[in-house]
């Protein structure tokens, strides 16, 4: 079952406690930190994207296009709608022949403030393309466009390309296609669930892409791994836990709602999957910030950056310190 991660306090009495689950994979795939349950499926929501990005490199629609790394990155993001994003997006877009009114994601402001307000004080409105899942299904509707496969019907589960990413999700979780549980996500593509070391497994493959047997599926994650790297600020946004983690190119990471995130060390060759069981997902950054101080990660330099950027102490509207947040697992290398 499972355990108390983060408790969070107000003038000393304890006002909230965060449930969850830890799992921490090797070289090899054994588990190695286990906190909580390892065997309920957990839904990947947007942590999944790395992954669903890999069967749009393979299937050479970058290449027939002429999209980039930046392009690949926006593609496994969820975009906060900075201009940044807005600039990728577009150009994804021009180079393909794809609009926006193909995607079935509904039509949004932009998630990051100021660049909301600015839109709104310019008399702009909701549209499709600030969706934040909006590059991952640019991405696929270019791959079904390059492949001839239908594409009004891209995003349901019996769909070719659909399949095809339940497979590679499969293969990169060292997982039985028939284990894996399936649902609808936000944005109305399907969304599998695995536990929580099959996960880990799966970010392990991200980071070390060397382990896996087949050639262009090693080939096809390296490149995603390299565009996470070199454009971490594509794939969240400003003060985003996964791109602050990636100003570290010893980091891969992905977030998703609901207090799921994966994330993974390549020098140390450790795969990474939490899960906050109330879907809090600003937790998610004091759990990772003390799994990295527990496994005693020698970067100091990124831990003191996602100390800077999340700090601990809880402030109220006047800016008064009023409470504070603590860990309070502990992991045990087994």
């Known amino acids: 079952m499972s355990e108390r991660l983060i408790e969070e306090t107000r003038n000393g009495w304890l006002e909230c406690e965060h449930l969850g689950s830890i799992c921490g994979v090797d070289g090899s795939g054994r588990i190695v930190y286990a906190v909580g349950d390892m065997e309920r499926p957990r839904f990947l929501r947007s942590a999944g994207k790395p992954l669903q990005a890999i069967p749009v490199v393979r299937s050479g629609a970058l290449e027939h296009y002429g999209l980039h790394a930046r392009d690949l990155a926006i593609m496994l993001a969820s975009h906060r709608g900075e201009p940044v994003h807005m600039d990728t997006l577009a150009h994804i877009m021009q180079s393909t022949g794809i609009e926006q009114q193909e995607l079935i994601c509904q039509a949004s402001y932009p998630l990051h403030d100021q660049s909301k ?11 499709k393309r600030f969706h934040n899942c909006s590059g991952k299904h640019l991405g696929v509707l270019a791959w079904c466009q390059h492949a001839g496969y239908d594409k009004a019907r891209y995003a349901d589960a019996e769909h070719p390309a659909q399949q095809e990413i339940a497979a590679c999700i499969a293969e990169m979780s060292m997982t039985r296609p028939e284990e894996l549980g399936t649902g609808v996500d936000g944005c109305g593509f399907p969304v599998l669930a695995l536990p929580l070391p099959a996960i880990a497994r799966a970010y392990l493959h991200i980071a070390c ?3 896996l047997a087949d050639a262009s599926m090693r080939t096809a994650v390296e490149r995603v791994r390299e565009a996470m790297i070199q454009y971490p600020l594509l794939v969240g946004g400003t003060g985003r836990l996964d ?7 010893n980091i891969t990471a992905k977030g998703g709602f609901k207090g799921i995130f994966g994330f ?43 100390k800077e950027t999340f700090p601990i ?20 290398r087994g």
Not at 273 to 295: F, M, R, S, W
Request: proline letters at 2%; one cysteine or more; aromatic letters at 8%.
């Open 117 to 127: 307000e600015e839109w709104i004080r310019h008399g702009g409105y909701k549209e």
């Open 209 to 211: 892409p060397e382990k």
């Open 243 to 249: 791109s602050v983690l990636m100003e570290d190119d």
């Open 264 to 306: 993974s060390l390549r020098e140390e060759q450790l795969g990474f999957a939490v899960k906050i069981d109330d879907g809090n997902d600003e937790e998610c950054a004091y759990v990772v910030t003390e799994i990295l101080q527990q496994i005693g990660y020698r970067r100091n330099e990124t831990i003191k950056r996602l």
């Open 313 to 332: 102490d809880i402030h109220n509207d006047q800016g008064v310190a009023v409470g504070s947040r603590r860990p309070v697992f502990r992991l045990e």
